[in-house]
Each structure stands twice: as C-alpha cells, then as structure tokens.
C-alpha cells in the first residue's frame, strides 16, 4: 500500500509540473484530488487493512494529498497572476492619450431666466401653480370669462388669439392667468402663487414680437392685501433680478382682472435714463404689469370680495432677458443660433 501511494504521488508531481496553464492544472487537481480520484479510492480500500497498518497509512495519505494541494495552490496563484497581468496589458488604456470631445448642450436662456425669477419669487413666499391648473390648450372660460375679459373685449378676437377650429370655445392660452383662475376656484385663500409658461398670441414676428413667448404671473390673496405690498414684493423683485436697485415708476393703466391697473418701468440699462433707441428717448423700459385684483374676478371664482383681497403682475421672460444681457431682437431666442447660445 505504502508503495503504491508513493507511485500515485510521483505520477501526480511529474504531470504537476508538466502543467503549464490553469487549464492543465485544474485537470491534474480533479485526477488526484477529487472525489474520485486514486487518493479517495485508497482510503476506501483501508477498511480491509489489519487494525495496527490503518493510522500509519491514513497518516501517509493525508501527507501525501495535503502536499498535493500545496503544491497546486502555489502554482495555481501563479497561473492566476500571470493570467490577469496578459489580460491587462491587452486591455491596457493609454490615458495621456487626448479623448474624443463630446460637446454637451446646456441651459437655454430663457429657462435660466425663468429659474433665475422663480427663485426669486420662492424666496418671497410664493409657491409654483400646479400644473393641472396650468394647461396650454385652455377654455374661454378660464383664459377670459373668469378673468373679467367681456365677450366683446377686443383681446378675444381671432386675430390676437389662437382658436381651435374643431373645438368650440377652445383657445391656446393668452396668458398664464388661467392658472390663477383655476388655483382660486380650487384653493381657499390665503393664496401666494406664481405661474411660469408658454403663452401663445396671434402676432407678427418681429424684433420685439413673437406669436411664441414666456410668461411669469403672480397671485398674492388674502385679508387686507394692499397696493404698498405689492409695490414692496416688486421692487426687491427688480432689484434682486437686475443685481441692484433701480429707478423705477408706476404708471396708470387699464387691465380686465385688475382694478387700479399700473404698468411698472424700470431706467433703461443703456443709457441710464438718458434716452436712447432702446427706450425710444424716454430714458425708460416698461418690464411688467400689475395691480389689485377686480371684485369681479374673486367673486367669479367664490372668494368673498368684502373679506378677502389680492393683487396680481404678469412679466414677458424674453422681454427680461433681453433688458438685463441687452439683446435687441426676440427671435435670437429661438433661432437655435449656437453663435448667441453659447454666451449664455
């Protein structure tokens, strides 16, 4: 038996080092090391081996095969090594080599402006409308009769307004207060919101028109809203949004949904109040409109106008963009020019 064992072992040593991958190594290690293999089936035949030969030979075979097992762990980390070190330096990446440029888009202005004023309004309180009460694609009811906009106002006409030929009373929104509407028919006052979007009108394109454009509206309702405090929710508006305060006037105007009306100017950025062609020589630049809102309009939308009141303002996002980098014509805005894009 002692013969046989040291023969299997010779066997094994000499095709162990024959081995030269890990392949032919794993072969050598199911032959001799295995469940199947002679070492095993020597330990099967001990059983008929004389009591005082059993310890000295299971002792010699345990040697024998722990040696074994050794031997194939050391050469198998060597293979392994060897092995991994071929793979790298065939997958090896020089990277002092110069990549390929990918150009990546980024933020388009307008939508840096309209974060740049939603951020703004955010941190003066208000909260963003939410989108169910916001669409595009609106009914008269909530893009005019609701807004105190009579049947007969000149605002409904087909010829500043988009209306939907198969759909009756259907129109692409004017103006972002539909979301206004639509937020006090839903919501109890007190109500702080505002509601940036895509507003559509029937106009010819020009330098300073487009039928496409940004709108930004605000909302303040609650017990004993008043005039200062819009005023005062503007003017840090205009200054936290131009980067200081400006000289600005509040002038008398007229709109449906608001009652007093003012439009609001700020010095024109270009020549200081002087008088320029961007201003027309007044020395200033009209940027939005604002004012309390009408009786009529909280009463339409079930808000007691003797308890509670409100005022709203509605800002065009290109005509900001353009007053604050001084950009002469809207339609840059949307050429998708990447000359003027890559300014911003």
């Not at 539909?178 to 010819?204: D, F, L």
């Not at 201003?279 to 003797?306: F, H, K, Q």
């Not at 002469?328 to 805005?333: G, P």
């Given at each position: 038996?002692?013969?046989?064992?040291?023969?299997?072992?010779?066997?094994?040593?000499?095709?162990?080092?024959?081995?030269?991958?890990?392949?032919?190594?794993?072969?050598?290690?199911?032959?001799?090391?295995?469940?199947?293999?002679?070492?095993?089936?020597?330990?099967?035949?001990?059983?008929?081996?004389?009591?005082?030969?059993?310890?000295?030979?299971?002792?010699?075979?345990?040697?024998?095969?722990?040696?074994?097992?050794?031997?194939?762990?050391?050469?198998?980390?060597?293979?392994?090594?060897?092995?991994?070190?071929?793979?790298?330096?065939?997958?090896?990446?020089?990277?002092?080599?110069?990549?390929?440029?990918?150009?990546?888009?980024?933020?388009?202005p307008l939508t840096q402006t309209v974060n740049e004023i939603t951020e703004i309004f955010q941190n003066l309180?208000?909260?963003?409308?939410?989108?169910?009460?916001?669409?595009?694609?609106?009914?008269?009811?909530?893009?005019?009769?609701?807004l105190n906009v009579p049947k007969e106002h000149p605002a409904r006409d087909v010829q500043d307004t988009f209306?939907?030929?198969?759909?009756?009373?259907?129109?692409?929104?004017?103006?972002?207060?539909?979301?206004?509407?639509?937020?006090?028919?839903?919501?109890?006052?007190?109500?702080?919101?505002?509601?940036?979007?895509?507003?559509?009108?029937?106009?010819?394109?020009?330098?300073?028109?487009?039928?496409?454009?940004?709108?930004?509206?605000?909302?303040?309702?609650?017990?004993?809203?008043?005039?200062?405090?819009?005023?005062?929710?503007?003017?840090?508006?205009?200054?936290?949004?131009?980067?200081?305060?400006?000289?600005?006037?509040?002038?008398?105007?007229?709109?449906?949904?608001t009652e007093p009306s003012v439009e609001i100017d700020v010095q024109c950025i270009m020549c200081q109040g002087?008088?320029?062609?961007?201003?027309?020589?007044?020395?200033?630049?009209?940027?939005?409109?604002?004012?309390?809102?009408?009786?009529?309009?909280?009463?339409?939308?079930?808000?007691?106008?003797?308890?509670?009141?409100?005022?709203?303002?509605?800002?065009?996002?290109?005509?900001?963009?353009?007053?604050?980098?001084?950009?002469?014509?809207?339609?840059?805005?949307?050429?998708?020019?990447?000359?003027?894009?890559?300014?911003?």
């Open positions: 038996m002692e013969n046989k064992i040291q023969e299997i072992k010779k066997e094994a040593l000499t095709e162990l080092e024959n081995a030269n991958d890990l392949k032919s190594l794993e072969a050598v290690k199911n032959k001799y090391l295995s469940r199947n293999s002679e070492f095993n089936n020597l330990k099967k035949g001990m059983k008929d081996l004389a009591p005082e030969q059993k310890p000295v030979i299971g002792a010699l075979i345990n040697k024998v095969w722990n040696e074994l097992e050794n031997l194939i762990n050391e050469k198998n980390d060597i293979f392994y090594k060897k092995e991994l070190k071929e793979k790298l330096l065939k997958e090896k990446i020089d990277i002092t080599l110069n990549g390929n440029y990918i150009p990546m888009g980024h933020v388009h309180g208000f909260s963003l409308a939410k989108p169910k009460n916001s669409p595009e694609v609106e009914l008269e009811k909530y893009n005019f009769d609701l209306y939907c030929d198969n759909l009756e009373n259907v129109v692409l929104r004017s103006q972002t207060s539909n979301a206004q509407a639509r937020t006090m028919m839903n919501t109890k006052p007190p109500i702080k919101i505002i509601s940036p979007g895509r507003v559509y009108r029937n106009e010819n394109v020009s330098a300073r028109k487009n039928n496409l454009f940004h709108q930004i509206e605000g909302l303040y309702v609650d017990k004993n809203v008043t005039m200062a405090q819009l005023k005062g929710v503007l003017n840090e508006f205009i200054r936290l949004y131009f980067g200081q305060a400006r000289p600005t006037r509040y002038r008398s105007s007229f709109f449906p949904f002087k008088g320029c062609s961007v201003c027309s020589g007044t020395g200033w630049l009209e940027i939005l409109g604002a004012g309390m809102v009408d009786p009529n309009v909280l009463e339409a939308v079930g808000i007691d106008s003797s308890v509670y009141s409100g005022f709203a303002f509605g800002m065009g996002v290109e005509r900001l963009a353009m007053l604050k980098y001084a950009i002469d014509d809207i339609r840059l805005f949307f050429n998708n020019d990447e000359r003027f894009l890559k300014q911003f």
